[in-house]
């Protein structure tokens, strides 16, 4: 699987846009960029996941450059509970299981 | 609630204790798996099951012996473990690609202390 580079942290004020980046350069055709968070002592729970083209859901967009060499989860209105750890991971998808690598991630502080 | 039940939530044992931690699914996924994760450390793979046969094993560590008697209960049995396990223990589940999207569902986790 691609290696995975992400910030340490990042600060974002409450109800701003926060911009998470992420650089997979060595990523290949066949794998995917997922995007998972980790509330403090929680599991981790997933937030959205694209191979090429861009992607929205109810808790955030995903945009992947057209090179696929990096992306960037966009949260647009952060709010406090949207404080954790987030982990970008490229993994190739289709066999039984879907065995996640996890990093160090980035942690994102959402100041009031 | 993520469907993925874990017990205890919290575990205190001794290095002689023989005790386990449970998880139970209750998504009718086919593929379960167990990660340990250390204070500020990533979250390690530990074992992985697909259709309740092992299909990975990350170099653990004999003293954590996993369990999968169906494709909703995962166990991992401990014994003689030492302090440096004292960790937060995941477990996950996920459904093949043929029906849904492969994201892993975790549980709440156990954390573990080793006296």
């Known amino acids: 699987d691609a290696k995975t580079t992400q910030p340490p942290s990042m600060d974002c004020a409450e109800g701003r846009a926060a911009n998470l980046p992420c650089n997979h350069s060595?990523?290949?055709?066949?794998?995917?960029v997922y995007w998972y968070r980790q509330i403090h002592s929680q599991g981790p729970q997933y937030i959205i996941h694209g191979l090429k083209n861009n992607e929205t859901n109810e808790m955030a967009s995903l945009i992947i450059t057209e090179d696929r060499k990096s992306s960037t989860l966009i949260l647009p209105h952060a709010t406090l509970r949207d404080t954790a750890v987030y982990y970008c991971?490229?993994?190739?998808?289709?066999?039984?299981?879907?065995?996640?690598?996890f990093g160090t991630g980035t942690l994102l502080a959402v100041q009031p | 609630e993520t469907g993925v039940t874990q017990t205890p939530r919290h575990l205190v044992m001794g290095m002689t204790n023989k005790k386990s931690l449970k998880c139970e699914q209750h998504l009718g996924h086919n593929a379960m798996y167990w990660y340990k994760q250390s204070a500020k450390k990533p979250l390690e793979l530990m074992f992985v099951?697909?259709?309740?046969?092992?299909?990975e094993n990350n170099s653990v560590p004999s003293r954590f012996s996993p369990e999968c008697p169906n494709s909703s209960h995962l166990f991992l049995h401990l014994h003689t473990l030492q302090p440096e396990d004292s960790a937060l223990y995941l477990c996950?589940?996920?459904?093949?690609?043929?029906?849904?999207?492969?994201?892993?569902?975790f549980g709440e986790g156990s954390r573990l202390t080793v006296l």
């Open positions: 099951y697909s259709l309740e046969e092992r299909v």
């Open positions: 060595t990523i290949s055709g066949n794998e995917y």
């Open positions: 991971i490229v993994r190739t998808y289709g066999g039984a299981t879907n065995k996640l690598i």
């Open positions: 996950a589940s996920s459904q093949g690609p043929t029906r849904g999207t492969g994201e892993l569902f």
